[in-house]
């Protein structure tokens, strides 16, 4: 049998065809799946959002301060300590003012995790009246810095604590915090009876 001749027309055609992409089938079902997939990821998101906001908002206003307060207390402790290491001459200070920047940076790490459990942020740095003392503080030097600080910083700001932690321990709402009130209150204790002997030692030096 002889060969038989396409027309060129035709096999031009025939090519192109074999060459043409295929179209991709998307079913519908698959869609309403990937929808709803997506449907189920953001309300996940969102109730895990709205469950943090709940966390925080369940806490009474008087256990949020506390954990403000506290925060603002630790921290001007820490600063107006730091101050001390360069500003004093005296070993007792400076011995008083390691032992300050130790504790309270090692409390203020606990408060900052069991803030943060309760979806809530604390502060990092003292407050505003903190910030004032601690300015005065820093223009004094020699003994008269070292008489002001053990008042100011070492007893009346330990006072100040050991009332804040006291009546935390003893009315917190939050089972959590009013625990970390009362295990962290005899250490603020202790650091009280340490800055009233320092004040006396100090006072008593000409």
Request: aromatic fraction near 4%.
């Given at each position: 049998?002889?060969?038989?001749?396409?027309?060129?027309?035709?096999?031009?055609?025939?090519?192109?065809?074999?060459?043409?992409?295929?179209?991709?089938?998307?079913?519908?079902?698959?869609?309403?799946?990937?929808?709803?997939?997506?449907?189920?990821?953001?309300?996940?998101?969102?109730?895990?959002?709205?469950?943090?906001?709940?966390?925080?908002?369940?806490?009474?206003?008087?256990?949020?301060?506390?954990?403000?307060?506290?925060?603002?207390?630790?921290?001007?402790?820490?600063?107006?300590?730091?101050?001390?290491?360069?500003?004093?001459?005296?070993?007792?200070?400076?011995?008083?003012?390691?032992?300050?920047?130790?504790?309270?940076?090692?409390?203020?790490?606990?408060?900052?995790?069991?803030?943060?459990?309760?979806?809530?942020?604390?502060?990092?740095?003292?407050?505003?009246?903190?910030?004032?003392?601690?300015?005065?503080?820093?223009?004094?030097?020699?003994?008269?810095?070292?008489?002001?600080?053990?008042?100011?910083?070492?007893?009346?700001?330990?006072?100040?604590?050991?009332?804040l932690f006291k009546k935390t321990a003893a009315?917190?709402?939050?089972?959590?915090?009013?625990?970390f009130a009362a295990s962290n209150l005899p250490?603020l204790q202790e650091r009280l009876e340490m800055?009233?002997?320092?004040?006396?030692?100090?006072?008593?030096?000409?």
């Amino acid at each position: 049998m002889g060969r038989v001749e396409l027309p060129i027309r035709y096999l031009g055609a025939t090519m192109i065809s074999s060459f043409r992409p295929q179209a991709r089938l998307f079913h519908p079902q698959s869609s309403r799946k990937l929808i709803a997939m997506l449907g189920i990821a953001v309300l996940a998101g969102l109730a895990f959002s709205a469950s943090q906001a709940l966390a925080a908002d369940s806490l009474a206003r008087q256990d949020k301060s506390f954990l403000t307060d506290a925060a603002h207390a630790g921290h001007a402790e820490i600063d107006a300590s730091k101050l001390a290491l360069e500003k004093s001459s005296n070993p007792a200070v400076k011995s008083f003012a390691e032992k300050m920047i130790a504790d309270h940076g090692k409390v203020g790490d606990e408060l900052k995790a069991l803030a943060a459990s309760k979806n809530v942020s604390v502060p990092d740095e003292p407050g505003m009246a903190q910030k004032a003392k601690i300015a005065i503080l820093g223009k004094l030097q020699g003994p008269t810095f070292d008489k002001q600080y053990a008042g100011m910083i070492g007893v009346s700001a330990h006072k100040d604590a050991v009332s804040l932690f006291k009546k935390t321990a003893a009315g917190a709402k939050d089972a959590d915090i009013k625990q970390f009130a009362a295990s962290n209150l005899p250490g603020l204790q202790e650091r009280l009876e340490m800055a009233t002997q320092l004040k006396a030692s100090v006072d008593a030096e000409k």
